[in-house]
């Protein structure tokens, strides 16, 4: 069995988009997020940025293995905004994305359907505005080895190409290198196989 190790995010926030219906106006952003932190400073961000519009709704997805998500209405009817907007996150199969829709009220009510339409274009142009890219999904391994048998090692990381995100050079040298998911129990075996070194996976 194939081990998947690629996901689709997005390469950076989005440019401000513009659905307008009946007066109501429906502004979206799209923004590449690891952690909830972020999204918070987000949401906080655009709350001030916003600060006179009637509702700031959301969905954010985070994860590649365990996905988390959410969806949030934010005063707006039960689903009719944060799963439109979620649906959308769906559709491009992307993950670590954070949408908002912010609506400011326009006088006359969309109803339910109205609403499902209006978030889910405002998602959706937030999307087209932005750049869909895919990555790898990355294990990191900590090796631990003495000086002297840095040669061995390093003709190791360079065959395979292996990118080294860290590293502590002393009588005893500790690096800490990052593998293709798929390639992390090959790699790991390789470096048992050298017996001059500690490896560990972080």
């Not at 513009?18 to 007066?23: H, N, P, T, V």
């Not at 690096?175 to 129990?185: G, N, T």
Request: with cysteine; glycine share 6%.
């Amino acid at each position: 069995m194939e081990i998947k190790d690629t996901y689709k995010t997005i390469e950076g926030p989005s440019e401000e988009t513009l659905f307008k219906d009946r007066g109501s106006k429906f502004f979206g952003y799209a923004f590449p997020v690891s952690n909830e932190d972020e999204i918070k400073e987000h949401l906080h961000r655009l709350k001030k940025e916003h600060h006179t519009a009637r509702h700031w709704c959301y969905a954010w997805q985070l994860g590649t293995d365990k996905i988390r998500f959410r969806a949030n209405d934010d005063g707006e009817p039960s689903n009719s905004a944060g799963q439109p907007i979620y649906g959308q996150i769906l559709s491009k199969e992307i993950t670590n994305v954070l949408i908002v829709v912010v609506r400011y009220f326009g006088g006359t009510k969309l109803g339910v359907g109205g609403l499902i339409n209006a978030y889910r274009t405002g998602a959706q142009m937030a999307l087209d505005a932005s750049s869909i890219v895919e990555r790898t999904i990355d294990v990191h391994f900590q090796l631990t080895f003495d000086y002297p048998h840095m040669n061995k090692v390093m003709r190791v990381i360079k065959d395979r190409k292996l990118d080294i995100v860290n590293q502590k050079m002393e009588l005893q040298c500790e690096y800490i290198i990052s593998v293709r998911k798929k390639d992390a129990e090959n790699v790991k075996i390789q470096f048992e196989e050298l017996r001059c070194l500690k490896i560990i996976e972080i």
